[in-house]
């Protein structure tokens, strides 16, 4: 490769091939209008769908799809606030039937503050989908152990988070989130704590294929131009990463020879 970005440059989850690397959510935002300006700005071609709190389906009320196009997105459908794996079975079961998804975003989080994922009934629930033909990402923590039975269960993606959901806090972990990158076979995605671009430009520098974020854009003064923000950052890690960083030294090295000075 030369360096360029270029359209070959793309990523694949599920035996679907997308060339953004940039994933966004639709919540939080004033509206559904922002929502889908926000993610054209960030030039997602996948948008995260939490089926409990996104209107899908009642025309007497603002629906996403009107703003929000699925002939345009790629809708991934997750199960946000489901604390149970039996919970967030039978909710992506209800949207495979209403919108025909398979391609699935796994969430089962603890019931406290600070909204980690519940591991043990992550996994459980995990089996159960594929178990049912599903295509299943999934959230996790930053655990390589888990990371990597999750793999062996099945998982189209893992999605490790970088610090609690809409925190902002960046990756917390980097020794953690770096292993897990290094044993995966599978596409690993940083999916929560992203707070700005910088946040989402190191985890791409890392070796993640994509980054997804939501409060980030939306909570911010400006979320178009985050947007914007965001989709450059991960360009530019990941043309970082391709180029491959110069090694770090402990002591200085000077730019220019020093040997035939005057």
């Not at 440059?9 to 939080?28: E, H, M, N, P, Q």
């Not at 899908?56 to 199960?79: A, E, G, I, Y």
């Not at 610090?163 to 599978?186: D, F, V």
Request: glycine share 8%; net charge negative.
């Amino acid at each position: 490769m030369d360096g360029s970005v270029t359209t070959e440059d793309t990523w694949s989850v599920a035996g679907r091939t997308f060339r953004s690397r940039l994933i966004v959510g639709t919540g939080k935002y004033r509206d559904y209008a922002q929502n889908a300006a926000a993610a054209e700005a960030a030039g997602a071609e996948i948008v995260t769908v939490a089926l409990r709190r996104v209107n899908l389906s009642d025309p007497s009320q603002p629906m996403l799809v009107d703003h929000v196009k699925p002939d345009r997105f790629t809708f991934l459908p997750n199960t946000a606030g489901c604390h149970t794996g039996e919970e967030a079975v039978r909710l992506l079961r209800l949207a495979r039937e209403a919108g025909g998804w398979d391609l699935v975003k796994l969430e089962v989080l603890s019931d406290t503050k600070h909204l980690l994922p519940d591991m043990e009934e992550t996994l459980r629930a995990l089996k159960l989908l594929v178990a049912e033909g599903f295509q299943v990402m999934v959230y996790c923590t930053d655990d390589p152990v888990y990371a990597r039975k999750l793999e062996e269960a099945g998982a189209a993606a893992i999605m490790p988070l970088g610090a609690p959901i809409g925190s902002g806090r960046g990756i917390q972990n980097l020794l953690n989130l770096g292993l897990i990158i290094e044993q995966a076979r599978t596409p690993v995605l940083v999916d929560a704590g992203v707070g700005t671009a910088s946040d989402a430009a190191l985890a791409m520098e890392m070796g993640c294929e994509a980054v997804l974020t939501n409060t980030a854009i939306a909570e911010a003064r400006d979320p178009i131009r985050m947007a914007r923000a965001m989709k450059h950052a991960v360009i530019a890690g990941r043309e970082a990463y391709l180029a491959g960083r110069m090694a770090r030294r402990m002591y200085a090295d000077p730019s220019s020879p020093l040997s035939g000075l005057i």
